[in-house]
């Protein structure tokens, strides 16, 4: 049995060999089953969860709050590369949790669990290891980068990223190498849920805050090739600290052509939500190299109270992946999974027929970062079989298509 692991007021760690450790799917409480559970990966973090009330299964097998007096339930933050199978399990409050995406943690056999599996191949998960970023060297190359390209804004927002948000693709534009992002657009047309850059105080406040101004081509397209034949492999429109940039579908067209007129080298990416069709064709057919679309659910009625978008519903993304794909574009989805919700029958062969209905190239899995609880609140009761993240996993491997 799997231990369970709770916080006391000082935020100290501890474990407790007379209580078994619940976890969440969805929400309901569960004990953890060995083949939901890893030893705690590198780069992996705790996190305390104020005012929660841990939930513990007692001597007779029951399921009962820890009753410890300061006691506090405990989640583990997540690497990247590494998809949650559980939720932690706790008491409900009604203060709303940061934008984080909180992992089930327990204690066994002399060491820390969690309720994960790796959804990356191993090379993947090496480029995005914590221990490569914020390093010493850092604070040298941002005073290269600024002597090298003076006062272009993109690069002045970027070193902002990675120096007050520890962004690892802002970094990754100082340091030259894997993915850099290219951030161009303000403006957005969803309103999502707990977005990360810009929303009202509805609910938590955005970890980062959102560029203010639209570059010109000249000065991201100067970053673009800098990286690309400075030895890194991609740079990205649409980061955590933009809004869409299909609403700058022009800018990002000059973009691409101007870097493509320099050099051939890299892969120039989109992150989006595919809403905007008219810039997606604009974009798709300046001869940007792929795209990576956004997605909570295949269905209207979990897709719409999540993105609460302006002018687009789910058959333009869908019209959109197919027109880009159409042209030669490699698509994934980065899909944005919750136990209990994206694990449900239903759930999962509609994302079945999604993926053979657009032809994607791959499903890039992603731990949705929000308030478990705020997020359920969100949608309709979820219905069907709950299968789990596992199986989920396993069913898109079957479509056919490249998983991460």
């Known amino acids: 049995m799997f231990k369970l692991i709770y916080a006391d007021k000082h935020g100290q760690v501890f474990e407790d060999e007379n209580y078994g450790a619940v976890m969440r799917t969805g929400g309901m409480l569960v004990e953890p089953e060995q083949e939901d559970m890893i030893p705690l990966p590198p780069g992996a973090s705790f996190v305390v969860l104020p005012g929660r009330e841990a939930a513990a ?65 191993s090379n993947d998960l090496t480029r995005w290891d914590p221990s490569l970023f914020n390093t010493p060297e850092l604070a040298e ?45 303000p403006r957005c ?35 673009a090739v800098g990286h690309l034949t400075g030895g890194g492999d991609t740079v990205s429109f649409g980061q955590g600290c933009e809004g869409e940039p299909l609403l700058e579908s022009t800018l990002a067209a000059k973009i691409v052509c101007a870097v493509r007129g320099q050099t051939k080298l890299g892969r120039i990416n989109m992150n989006t939500n595919a809403g905007n069709f008219a810039g997606l064709r604009e974009v798709v057919d300046a001869g940007i190299d792929s795209l990576r679309v956004s ?21 333009d993304v869908v019209q959109g ?74 069913a898109v491997r079957e479509t056919g298509v490249s998983v991460r």
């Open 57 to 121: 299964i007692d001597r007779r097998g029951r399921i009962v709050p820890y009753a410890r007096m300061g006691a506090q339930a405990v989640a583990a933050l997540l690497p990247q590369g590494y998809l949650r199978t559980l939720l932690p399990g706790y008491r409900k409050t009604q203060e709303t949790l940061p934008l984080f995406g909180y992992t089930g943690v327990a204690w066994s056999r002399g060491r820390f669990y969690v309720a994960a599996v790796p959804a990356a191949a």
């Open 141 to 185: 190359l941002i005073a290269k980068r600024r002597k090298e390209f003076g006062s272009n804004r993109v690069l002045a927002q970027l070193i902002h990223c990675a120096e007050s948000y520890g962004c690892f693709t802002a970094q990754n534009m100082l340091y030259r190498r894997f993915e850099a992002g290219l951030p161009i657009s």
């Open 189 to 223: 047309n969803a309103n999502c849920v707990g977005c990360i850059s810009l929303q009202a105080s509805e609910c938590c406040p955005a970890p980062q805050a959102r560029i203010d101004f639209v570059p010109t081509a000249d000065e991201a397209a100067a970053l």
């Open 295 to 315: 997605l909570n659910s295949p269905r209207p009625e979990y897709y719409d109270p999540y993105y609460r978008q302006q002018s687009y519903d789910l058959d």
């Open 321 to 394: 992946i197919k027109y880009a794909r159409s042209r030669g574009v490699y698509v994934s989805l980065n899909l944005l999974v919750m136990p209990g919700v994206s694990d449900r029958s239903e759930e999962v062969a509609a994302l079945q027929r999604f993926v053979r209905e657009t032809g994607v190239n791959q499903v890039q899995f992603r731990n949705l970062n929000i308030d478990p609880d705020l997020y359920l609140g969100l949608l309709p009761e979820a219905k069907g079989e709950l299968l789990g993240m596992r199986s989920l996993l396993q």
